[in-house]
């Protein structure tokens, strides 16, 4: 017997779209162990075959495909080909089970009970007249990823914000309202992520600063010694005139 890869424990809630007539057919929450939640993850129906295929919630890149139009790319997608092939089988038999019972389903796939691993990348960089100060990524498991989570600089320290989505809705001032498409559910959880973040990303721009300092410095050495390299051309530039003017006429 062909042994299965054990993965984490996660909960998947899906709701039906009705009277839609575009092709979304619904949409699936899922919850890793109890600790991370991914929200908008939609479910759609293929216009020719008529088959549902999950799509993962996704934003819009400042990159532009050869005819001009934007790239859009995925908050967040399993890694694995495994994972991917469950994940998305389980999502799409628990939509399959809203016709049959005509309620939300919810389906909870326990593997591993324990709070997921987790690990982080961060990019730091800085973009003129924006408070960003870098971009990280977070894997769990080495199976999921999350992308695009912004370290932001706030009065006195810098802070996490999740990948987000403009609503329709309006605050007080009349400003568009935004929703996390991921993130931590417990205060627990959430204060280990954002830690752990922000570690990287102090070590990442210690990293960064160190290498520029260096670039610096061999620059200037590089400077330093040029005066030294012209004064000695310089020098044999003279000698060679001085030897030619004391050279016989003839």
Known sequence: MEEREEFMKYTIRVNEVKNNERNIKGFATVVFSDSFKITNIAILENSDSKQL????????????????SSIYKDVCNP?????????????????????????????????????????????????????????????????FIVNNVNILQGKENVFIAMPSYKTRQLDEQGKAVYQDVCYPVTKEFRDKLYAEVIKTYEKEKEKQEKNVQKKLSDEKSCFQKQPEYFSKAEKDKNQNSSNSSKAPFR
């Not at 295929?53 to 001009?68: A, I, Q, T």
């Not at 399959?96 to 691993?117: F, G, N």
């Open 53 to 68: 295929f999950v799509s993962m919630p996704r934003y819009k890149s400042n990159e532009k495909d050869e005819n001009g």
């Open 79 to 143: 890694i694995t080909k495994e994972f991917r092939e469950e994940f998305y089988e389980n999502i799409l038999d628990a939509f399959e089970r809203i016709a049959e019972q005509e309620k939300d389903q919810i389906v909870i796939v326990d593997e591993l009970s324990e709070t997921p691993e987790l690990k982080v990348t961060v990019t730091p960089y800085e973009r003129e007249g924006s408070n960003i100060r870098g971009l990280a990524r977070i894997y769990f498991e080495e199976n």
